[in-house]
């Protein structure tokens, strides 16, 4: 095979175009971070959100275009999925970078190096949309989250925040370590790291002790990246030590790009494993969400609350992939839809939680009481909100959740229904704390009876704006944004 | 059938129209209560202007038709279309639910409980309007379902913020009971859709093809459907979040849940429950009718032993739903025709009478039995017009409320070929027997709140003289009431009670009298509404006999 002789291969620079535009603006904001003098800094920050838009161009390009694209004999791919998801990776990490901004100026953090490893970081989660080959999906997988640990870190001064830097680092290396431990049984296996090639060889070989050994580590290690329990509990601590507006990247879009390597690595790569994966997910997802939730409806600090909550998300979006291989499409769907809405709807959570601290530097939930008071347009984007991650029309969650009792439904018989049923509990169980927010919102007076109005900076207006449209808009009239989610072609672009 | 496609828009129209209202709201600015009162009110006025020319353009030759029927894609990847259409089993309901939020927000132009905020009460109110308008239209389950689901968050906020002591317990109980209740009518519909082939959430589509569904899959979704009606009904056992809502709520919240909400779990039962899988009902229909008639004597029992007038309404609530669901349960047009005709004639009373209640309240700032006497005595307009809802509310023939009762009753003599008619004669009696209790209750909360002379406390018989010509001329508008402080310095250890005490006021008139009209039309005339119900439950009873005879 080595010996058939080097053939460059066939570079589409269409199909990477959003990749290198990132790449330029992050290369961009290092060199202007040289030669910016401090009190310019607030500079790097604009170029930073330019960048992303103008990433944003050529995947609209690509949309139009339509065609899927392949790369590497399949080992990087464009196709509506890998669109979508990057659309929302840009979109979301727009936000986070409308949220960061004030923030990291009031805090006089360093702020260069803020968002050269924030586009790094949304530049790997481009790759992971892309990537259909063992290699480069761990190469991706890393690229996202190293530069996610030093941001878990930023407030250095803060001990809570150098552990949650410390702790997501020591539990995410651990997570990689089985993951790439899994990734060698398979490569040795299948002598190939190309997911399709991977996927012809599990068919032929069948449930064999080494192949289930190696998608048991492989899904653990993923498990460990979009928090399922039980492998969640870095989670909270680092959600809570981070500095908000990371934490609000890590809980959308750090996790959806381990959805989405999770989804390509097991739907692609050994859909023929289904009877090893298929209960493995069935049991996490009911897991996830359980646990996620009866922990949830113990927090009284807004963010360690959001933290359990978007573990109990994530077994949401779990659910579908425990009835992948009958429901097909409809669960890549399910799954694509829900991590859009969630990604709207806790990014939009977490900049009326920053809008709130400003005012109360407080991150208990008590600190929202009265709110409805003094900042009646904070209190009603909340609500839409928390409505929406309760699941309640007709805010946007209700249709994440529709689309996913549907899959489940559709692909599971008995299992499913079953799944779907905890799943129906557990969205009931989830407006305990969901609501309780607003009951502090909407039925308690200030703590400290302070009604001073928020003075809420320019960029989080926007990021809120961003925020509740695309939350009621996905609720209202989803097929508007929801026809872009059409991934009939997953499967064959994939194999 | 056939679907009457004439001035489509018309529905969507009706049911939307109040957010253009919550829209402008939004930009008046906190201080300017008075013209976002004036906004929410002229919307409201405007919705329900809508909604009489709907009626009047409604085809009552055609009642079993769906007419201003409207039909366009909304979400295709899940096969759910924006269906809606009115036929004479929504019509009395849809337009009910928009008489009552004008007249509850008449009331509330200066009965705006604590802590005040008129702009967020009335933006609610609109809100609630869409929610309740558009669950009587709306022809796709999905869209059925959000509908069901957007009035929850505006009730909660509504009890929550504005209600009483226990407040927020209430609220929370409202919800999680509600919530948990739909999340499995939800897995009910998802489970037809599926079990038809997953081509549509349309009602009419889903007749047609449920019936294929094997029996035991059906008895599996029709639970999971009638969990989600029950406990908004609310039908025993699921009835506990009802008196801590009723009693928490503000009286309009307390009114527009008894008098709609309420009702979109009766109605769900009549709209989704029997004609998609009448196997099912049937099936069921016996353990439904059990468990009405249990309501019926334990609502009754539970009025007996309150000692707080606006708990023993909300349990009376649960005795008269009862009788709703025990006509539903007999599948006859009779009894479906009655439940139908009880769902608003329930609505009329019941919410008149929180409303009495809610007066009350303002008048002694007390609700329990036992401090309250002599009503008639010292405000009599007040006292006559509560008789008047109590003798309606026990079912005198003549009012509304008879209407609902007595042929309710009597369908049981006789329920669909295929149930144990034994049975449900035992209903029929045990029936009969609560509406002995619920005279009972109803007189004698009457009496001890109504007769006799008006107690020490607020002004009557035993501090003297003239507390009832100084209340009906001192305050007429009731608002002022410490202007009057200096009068009776004597009395005043009494003073702030009796201040409070005036007869109606006419704000309330204005608010109350369409509902008493309305009590007593639909008493005299029940035909009127019985012609508009009747081909449409006829239409019902007989496409789902037809299913199950063959």
């Known amino acids: 095979m080595l010996a058939a ?55 609209i390009t690509l949309a139009v275009d339509g065609n899927d694209r392949s790369m590497l004999s399949g080992g990087y791919v464009v196709d509506n999925f890998a669109l979508v998801m990057k659309a929302v990776f840009i979109i979301g990490g727009y936000v986070v970078v409308l949220l960061s901004s004030t923030y990291l100026e009031e805090g006089d953090y360093y702020q260069g190096e803020y968002w050269t490893l924030l586009l790094s970081s949304i530049l790997g989660m481009l790759m992971m949309s892309s990537s259909r080959d063992l290699i480069s999906i761990f190469v991706a997988l890393e690229f996202l989250s190293i530069p996610s640990y030093m941001l878990a870190a930023w407030r250095k001064r803060d001990l809570k925040s150098n552990e949650a830097g410390l702790k997501y680092f020591l539990l995410g290396a651990f997570a990689s370590a089985v993951m790439l431990y899994g990734m060698s049984f398979l490569y040795g296996l299948a002598k190939t790291t190309n997911l399709a090639g991977i996927a012809a060889y599990v068919k032929e070989a069948g449930d064999t002790g080494l192949i289930a050994m190696s998608v048991v580590f492989i899904i653990v290690g993923f498990a460990f990246k979009v928090s399922a329990v039980p492998f969640h509990t870095w989670a909270p601590d680092t959600y809570e030590g981070a500095p908000t507006p990371v934490t609000a990247f890590l809980s959308v879009a750090s996790k959806a790009a381990g959805f989405v390597g999770l989804i390509q690595i097991v739907l692609v790569g050994f859909p023929a494993a289904k009877n090893i994966w298929q209960p493995f997910f069935w049991v996490l ?36 992939l425990a009835v992948a291989s009958t429901s097909g499409t409809k669960a890549i769907e399910a799954t694509v839809t829900y991590l859009a809405i969630y990604t709207a709807t806790n990014l939009g959570a977490f900049a009326v939680v920053l809008a709130v601290a400003r005012k109360t530097r407080s991150a208990s939930i008590s600190s929202f009481g009265g709110l409805v008071k003094y900042a009646p347009g904070l209190a009603v984007a909340m609500t839409i909100f928390l409505a929406s991650l309760a699941g309640i029309p007709p805010a946007g969650g209700f249709i994440a959740k529709l689309t996913v009792f549907l899959a489940v439904i559709s692909g599971g018989g008995a299992w499913g229904i079953a799944l779907a049923s905890i799943g129906v509990v557990n969205s009931v169980i989830a407006f305990g704390y969901y609501g ?14 302070d009604e001073s109005p928020i003075r809420i900076p320019q960029n989080l207006l926007v990021a809120l704006g961003i925020t509740t449209v695309a939350t009621m808009l996905f609720g209202v009239l989803p097929q508007a944004v929801l026809r872009f989610g059409d991934l009939s072609s997953f499967f064959s672009a994939g194999g | 059938m056939e679907h009457l496609t004439d001035q489509s828009g018309l529905l969507s129209l009706g049911v939307f129209l109040p957010l253009v209202g919550v829209a402008v709201m939004i930009f008046i600015r906190p201080a300017e209560q008075a013209l976002a009162k004036l906004v929410g009110l002229v919307t409201a006025v405007a919705t329900l202007a809508v909604g009489i020319y709907t009626v009047a353009q409604f085809d009552y030759d055609k009642a079993a038709s769906l007419q201003f029927y409207t039909n366009r894609g909304w979400i295709d990847v899940i096969n759910s279309r924006f269906i809606m259409g009115l036929d004479g089993l929504g019509l009395p309901l849809y337009l009910l639910s928009m008489v009552v939020t004008v007249l509850v927000m008449i009331y509330s132009w200066n009965h705006i409980p604590e802590p005040g905020n008129a702009k967020s009460f009335f933006m609610l ?38 209600g009483g002591e226990q407040r927020q317990y209430a609220s929370m109980k409202f919800f999680l009971y509600t919530l948990f209740g739909s999340a499995f009518m939800l897995l009910g519909f998802l489970a037809l859709y599926f079990k038809t082939g997953a081509e549509s959430f349309s ?10 569904i094997a029996r035991g899959t059906q008895l599996w ?22 008196p801590d809502a009723h009693t928490q709520a503000p009286t309009q919240g307390s009114v527009i849940l008894a008098a709609i909400l309420l009702k979109l779990g009766t109605f769900g039962f009549v709209r989704i429950g029997i004609p998609i899988l009448p196997e099912a009902a049937k099936a069921y229909a016996p353990w439904i009718g059990l468990l009405a008639v249990i309501g019926i004597i334990y609502g009754a029992l539970g009025c007996l032993a309150q000692t707080d007038m606006k708990r023993l309404i909300a349990f009376s609530s649960v005795a008269h739903m009862g009788y709703v669901m025990l006509g539903i349960s007999t599948l006859t047009a009779m009894g479906i025709n009655a439940a139908m005709f009880g769902m608003v004639a329930h609505g009329l009373i019941t919410g008149m009478l929180f409303f009495v209640a809610g007066s009350v309240k303002d008048r002694y700032h007390t609700l329990e039995i036992s401090r309250l006497s002599g009503l008639l005595k010292q405000v009599p307009h007040l006292g006559w017009i509560f008789g008047f809802c109590v003798m309606a509310s026990l079912g005198l023939p003549g009012l509304a409320g008879f209407w609902g009762e007595f042929p309710a009753i009597l369908s049981a003599y006789q329920p669909a070929p295929g149930l144990n008619v034994n049975l ?12 002995v209790l619920a005279a009972s209750y109803l007189l004698w909360l009457f009496q001890r709140t109504a007769f006799g002379e008006p107690t020490a406390e607020f002004g009557g018989v035993a501090s003297g003289h003239d507390a009832r010509g100084h209340s009906v001329h001192g305050h007429d508008d009731g608002h002022d009431s410490h202007g009057q402080d200096d009068d009776h310095g004597v009395l005043a250890a009494h003073d702030d009670h009796r201040a409070d005490i005036y007869d109606v006021t006419p704000l309330e008139w204005l608010a109350w009298s369409p509902l008493l009209v309305a009590i007593v039309v639909l008493g005299v005339v029940p035909g009127l509404m019985f012609k508009v119900l009747d081909p449409a439950v006829t239409n019902i009873v007989d496409s789902a006999m037809k299913v199950l005879g063959g």
């Open chain 1, 285 to 320: 997802a009911a897991l996830t969400m359980t646990l996620g939730n009866l922990m949830a409806l113990r927090q009284d600090n807004i963010v360690r609350m959001l933290a359990y909550s978007s573990v109990a998300q994530g077994g949401f979006i779990l659910m579908p």
């Open chain 2, 424 to 435: 449900f004669r035992g209903y029929m009696v045990v029936a009969a027997v609560g509406t």
């Open chain 2, 221 to 242: 979704i029709f639970a999971g459907l009638a969990l989600g009606f029950a406990v908004k009904v609310p039908m025993f056992p699921f009835h506990t979040w009802l």
């Open chain 1, 436 to 449: 309780n927010v607003m009951r502090e919102m909407w039925m308690k007076p200030a703590p400290d009876g």
């Open chain 2, 125 to 162: 109110m609109l809100i609630l309007q869409v929610g309740m308008a558009g669950t009587f239209v709306a022809q796709d389950l999905i869209l059925f379902f959000v509908f069901f689901e957007i009035v929850l968050l505006p009730m909660y906020f509504m009890i929550g913020v504005w």
């Open chain 2, 203 to 212: 009602m009419e589509f889903l007749a047609q093809n449920a019936p294929s």
């Open chain 1, 5 to 59: 002789g080097w053939v460059a291969p066939v570079i589409d620079a269409h199909a990477l175009a959003p990749e290198i535009v990132l790449a330029s603006a992050l290369c961009l904001v290092i060199i202007a971070d040289l030669f910016l003098s401090e009190s310019r800094k607030w500079i790097t920050s604009t170029l930073a959100g330019l960048g992303l838009l103008a990433t944003f161009v050529p995947i």
